[in-house]
């Protein structure tokens, strides 16, 4: 799959029908020296347009690959602190820090064709063994800290999350709804039984084939490499 640019944009829209945050583009602490563009979701920018927003409820539309994952998380403690009603609007994809920007919501929702994109903490590195476990040691506890935060709207048991994390999940509306990620229509009277019914439907089949997948990857590695099972033959 290939991930086109997203125009980058970090802008509070005041019109008739209500305050509109976008947060389109790459997830920056700051500005990297690498980065041409003068957009970019950050956590000031995002201070600075709650601020001019003054509690007043707000939609918060998401079109993001993710970045940086502090950033991510300080976009989304930012948001859960505010006065007035966040609903997130995700037009497009919030994948990695953009997924954990949009458990912010008061009322998520999602545009036709949209996902949600969930996964364990990842970086770039080198350096001696030392470092290198260290590295990964501090991943684990970056991946707990987002698991929590995913937990707060999961419905389900937290080795479950992990499955989907495990997995790199791409998940549609209809699924995010079920998992409990994002909010559906309020169904009509006379429909709440059924509806629940489906939504646990999609949720014990999607949470079965994370979980199976994830099974099968650590009997793979559990089997070692090829030359070393000759070897030890």
């Given at each position: 799959?290939?991930?086109?640019?997203?125009?980058?944009?970090?802008?509070?829209?005041?019109n008739e029908v209500a305050n509109e945050?976008?947060?389109y583009g790459p997830v920056f602490s700051g500005k990297d020296w690498w980065y041409?563009?003068?957009e970019y979701i950050c956590p000031q920018n995002v201070?600075?347009?709650l601020k001019e927003a003054d509690g007043k409820d707000i939609v918060v539309r998401i079109n993001t690959n993710g970045g940086d994952v502090f950033a991510g998380i300080s976009i989304y403690n930012t948001l859960k602190d505010y006065k007035g009603k966040i609903?997130?609007?995700?037009?497009?994809?919030?994948?990695?820090?953009?997924?954990?920007?949009?458990?912010?919501?008061?009322?998520l929702k999602m545009g036709v064709g949209a996902m949600l994109m969930i996964h364990n903490a990842w970086t770039f590195t080198y350096g001696n063994a030392d470092e290198l476990r260290k590295a990964a040691d501090d991943l684990d506890k970056i991946s707990d800290s987002i698991t929590e935060i995913y937990m707060t709207r999961f419905k389900g048991?937290?080795?479950?999350?992990?499955?989907?994390l495990d997995a790199e999940s791409y998940l549609t509306s209809e699924e995010s709804i079920a998992l409990g990620l994002?909010?559906?229509e309020e169904p009509e009277e006379g429909?709440?039984?059924?509806n629940e019914k489906n939504k646990q439907d999609v949720k014990s089949s999607i949470v079965a084939k994370y979980m199976a997948k994830r099974n099968e990857s650590r009997q793979e590695a559990s089997k070692g490499s090829f030359f070393m099972n000759k070897f030890n033959k």
């Amino acid at each position: 799959m290939v991930n086109k640019a997203i125009k980058p944009r970090c802008e509070l829209v005041n019109n008739e029908v209500a305050n509109e945050l976008f947060l389109y583009g790459p997830v920056f602490s700051g500005k990297d020296w690498w980065y041409d563009e003068d957009e970019y979701i950050c956590p000031q920018n995002v201070a600075s347009a709650l601020k001019e927003a003054d509690g007043k409820d707000i939609v918060v539309r998401i079109n993001t690959n993710g970045g940086d994952v502090f950033a991510g998380i300080s976009i989304y403690n930012t948001l859960k602190d505010y006065k007035g009603k966040i609903t997130v609007k995700v037009d497009g994809i919030a994948a990695s820090a953009g997924s954990v920007i949009a458990m912010a919501a008061d009322e998520l929702k999602m545009g036709v064709g949209a996902m949600l994109m969930i996964h364990n903490a990842w970086t770039f590195t080198y350096g001696n063994a030392d470092e290198l476990r260290k590295a990964a040691d501090d991943l684990d506890k970056i991946s707990d800290s987002i698991t929590e935060i995913y937990m707060t709207r999961f419905k389900g048991e937290k080795d479950e999350l992990k499955s989907l994390l495990d997995a790199e999940s791409y998940l549609t509306s209809e699924e995010s709804i079920a998992l409990g990620l994002a909010d559906g229509e309020e169904p009509e009277e006379g429909e709440s039984d059924n509806n629940e019914k489906n939504k646990q439907d999609v949720k014990s089949s999607i949470v079965a084939k994370y979980m199976a997948k994830r099974n099968e990857s650590r009997q793979e590695a559990s089997k070692g490499s090829f030359f070393m099972n000759k070897f030890n033959k």
